[in-house]
């Protein structure tokens, strides 16, 4: 009699699982009431000092955040804190007033904008159109330094940056902030009586990072956003059309060495190069923005984290960080499209609107120098040129509230009598309180260049009589990712489905690996003990399995893993492959057994850890796949001596020896220290180094930055590279020196 695989097991039991934990929880939901709090009108706006200390609070209704929800579950709060809403004709005000009976154990440092979350602060979240798909996070800390964020389903996006204005002030008896927000900032519908969705929340970090709210948030509900209060009493606020400018100027140095060859030779720069370029944006409304950039500038000025590349099969996806492409980044959460594979664009525009409940947007770009990621079923090649291409993106979504939606996404790229378009369909759809439908159907139609020269690889796109080389093929494709999932207090379940033929390409984003059929499921269990160093617990297991479209079975996994959040804002994190069977190249691999684990405290307020590394069994993807034993390690601490300095240092190491015959096949570490002295809020300086001895390069990053705002900014600083050379020790092979300078016009002032 045949045996039923682990597989079948773990899907045999699935149903049971969720049948079972899905009515023990049904009986747990709290009634769903909204708290309302209004805002009061005055008059005229003031400036903030962050102290409460103009008249004008006394006007407003006060607030107490009166629950803790996390570690507690909606116990009594530890700390007192109050809050109150303001509004005139062009900001909305919020005011917090934060007691603490330890003063002396607040947490607060002067830090660059998003550097705040491991600090106390404060925190106001808000969904202007009342449909749970998208909210605006403001937050502050004891130092006045700004935080904001753009959540989604998805999680927060702290990359996203708007005006506004905050002030704080640490006293006697803890400290008090004030927040001020252009209705310039924000989108909202028109129309003369507002309601919003309003979180006003506190984080205090001491032997635990205590969470308060003013309304309670149950953990059965799985939206943080839904469970929100309603804010009221804004009438009549409107955001009258706007025009904003932001030119910017930069000047640079860059030299390299006379003979990139010999190490011993002079670095030699060339003259000094000014760039000029601008952005303008025209809203007519909070509905609608034109946007278009001219010779933009879209040079990092913080520099990529180095990523241990070695033994990776596809390539490296690395956070967006540049401005213009984050504007709408909530409406293009998918990996299909990737706005970093616009690489060098000599201009852009997009038109970006919500009209009640449809949003859209449409993007075009002219790349200068094209990069293509061209995807496979074990590797995937990344191609850049020369090249000049058209990048065009087209979003629709239709909200249907309560975190539901419908949308339409289409990507074109045309090179040089060759492109690649995409169309697809996603949706998100909430049932029975707890449970989430979501997915992404794609339909892909590629034509080649009809150039070797440019990419010659000849490997075949699956079993089909397509290559990777560009010589002139065309081809379609099509994708499928299905999402089931259920989320309560002490269990979640989910389940993802993908099917991506050969010839699925995006030459609009970073999608590596096609030809795939692939089953994933995975169950959560989540335990809250009291009056224990544990705050809160979970173990899972997870299963896997994938095949590719001529039926092998290319992978299957089961693994199990364990989740501790303990007393000191410490968390442990530990998993193991109890299965891990894989066939690489054409070879199969049985019990890549390896174990997995993450910790990280902040016990002290001046000093934090953090580590996590995998240990065991990988496979070796070379040409002659292997199997190997090793390590993938990373490790580091922040030390923060005053509330001026940061101090950092990462540490990351992988290391793999043949199990055949005990030689090293590789063996490397990356080091990168970064140092920061925080004159002011919009001041600072700092210095990055990194040395990889993979390739024994080492670099240096030293830079001083001026921030008004988020997009009035002056940086002048340098980049310097070298490679060791075991004759002469380490080399100075390319040099940099900039500045730059933008200015953003036409936004409200304070």
């Known amino acids: 009699m045949k045996q039923i695989s682990y597989g079948s097991k773990f899907l045999l039991g699935t149903f049971f699982l969720i049948l079972l934990f899905s009515s023990i929880n049904a009986q747990q939901t709290i009634p769903n009431q909204k708290p309302t709090v209004s805002a009061e009108r005055i008059e005229d706006t003031f400036e903030l000092s962050g102290k409460l200390d103009n008249p004008n609070w006394q006007k407003a209704e006060p607030v107490e955040l009166s629950y803790e929800f996390r ?94 204005y905050s002030a704080a002030n640490i006293n006697e008896h803890g400290w008090t902030a004030e927040i001020k927000i252009p209705f310039k900032s924000l989108n909202f519908p028109e129309k003369e009586d507002h309601t919003w969705a309003l979180h006003l929340s506190r984080t205090i970090p001491r032997e635990s990072r205590f969470q308060t709210s003013w309304v309670k948030v149950d953990r059965n509900i799985p939206s943080f956003i839904s469970q929100a209060g ?88 690395y956070d967006e960080k540049r401005p213009f492409f984050l504007t709408g980044s909530d409406l293009l959460q998918t990996p299909i499209y990737y706005s970093r594979s616009i690489n060098n664009p000599l201009g852009a525009g997009r038109i970006l609107g919500k009209e009640g409940k449809l949003s859209y947007l449409l993007l075009t770009a002219y790349d200068r120098n094209t990069v293509v990621e061209i995807p496979g079923e074990e590797r995937s090649n990344l191609v850049s040129t020369d090249m000049k291409s058209l990048a065009t ?23 040089d009598n ?55 093929e065309s081809y379609t494709g099509d994708g499928l990712h299905l999402v089931l999932s259920y989320e309560s207090r002490n269990y979640e379940f989910t389940t993802v489905f993908n099917n991506f033929s050969p010839t699925f390409q995006t030459y609009n984003g970073l999608f590596g690996q096609v030809n795939q059929r692939q089953l994933y499921m995975e169950h959560d269990f989540n335990f809250y003990p009291k009056n224990s160093f544990i705050d809160s617990w979970s173990i899972a297991v997870q299963g896997n399995m994938q095949f590719n479209y001529s039926g092998l079975k290319k992978e299957q996994f089961l693994m199990t893993r364990a989740f501790f959040t303990l007393k000191g804002q410490t968390n442990l994190r530990v998993s193991y492959l109890l299965v891990n069977d894989e066939n690489f190249s054409g070879k199969q691999f049985d019990g890549i057994n390896r174990l997995m684990f993450g910790a990280n405290t902040r016990l002290f307020k001046e000093l934090s850890f953090y580590a996590s590394g995998q240990i065991g069994k990988f496979i070796y993807r070379s040409s002659r796949p292997e199997m190997g034993s090793g390590h993938n390690l990373y490790a580091g601490f922040t030390l923060k001596p005053t509330p001026r300095i940061n101090f950092s240092v990462d540490y990351s190491r992988a290391n793999l020896s043949s199990e055949a015959n005990g030689n090293l096949l590789y063996d490397g570490n990356i080091y990168r220290i970064v140092g920061i002295y925080q004159f002011t809020s919009e001041i600072f300086v700092r210095v990055i180094t990194q040395y990889n001895t993979f390739d024994k390069s080492f670099n240096l990053y030293p830079l001083f930055s001026y921030k008004l705002n988020p997009f009035t900014t002056f940086y002048a600083g340098a980049t310097s590279s070298y490679v060791d050379h075991n004759e002469i020790g380490l080399a100075n092979t390319t040099q940099q020196y900039f500045v730059k300078f933008q200015y953003l016009l036409g936004v409200c002032a304070s």
Not at 86 to 106: A, V
Not at 144 to 163: I, K, R
Not at 419 to 438: A, C, E, P
Request: hydrophobic residues 35%; glycine residues 10%; charged residues 25%.
């Open 230 to 317: 309603l804010l009221t009493g804004l009438k009549n606020i409107k955001s009258s059309g706007s025009l904003e400018l932001l030119p910017y100027l930069i000047g640079q140095r860059n030299g390299q060495l006379t003979d990139i060859n010999d190490a011993s030779s002079k670095i030699k720069f060339d003259p000094l190069k000014g760039r000029i370029g601008a952005g303008v944006k025209y809203a007519p409304n909070q509905g609608f923005a034109l946007e278009a950039v001219v010779n933009p500038d879209f040079s990092q000025i913080e520099a990529d984290a180095e990523q241990i590349e070695i033994n990776t099969t596809f390539a490296l996806n």
């Open 71 to 164: 570690p507690g579950e909606n116990v009594p709060a530890k700390q007192k804190t109050t809050a109150r809403i303001l509004y005139d004709n062009e900001f909305i005000y919020f005011g917090f007033d934060c007691r603490d009976t330890e003063p002396e154990k607040i947490r607060a440092n002067v830090s660059d904008r998003d550097k705040i979350f491991n600090d106390d602060f404060v925190i106001v979240i808000f969904d202007t159109y009342g449909d749970y798909q998208k909210a605006y996070e403001f937050a502050v800390n004891p130092y006045g330094n700004q935080g904001d964020l753009l959540t989604t389903s998805n999680g927060g996006d702290t990359s996203m940056d708007y005006v506004w």
């Open 393 to 415: 993106v087209g979003r629709l979504r239709y909200d249907f509230g309560n975190e539901s939606f419908v949308g339409a996404l289409g990507l074109g790229r045309n090179i």
């Open 418 to 472: 060759a492109g690649n378009y995409v169309f697809g369909l996603d949706w998100k759809y909430k049932f029975w309180d707890n449970w989430y439908f979501s997915g992404e159907g794609f339909f892909s139609k590629t034509k080649e260049l009809n150039n070797t020269k440019v990419f010659g690889n000849t490997r075949k796109l699956g079993k089909t009589d397509f290559t990777a080389a560009f010589d002139g």
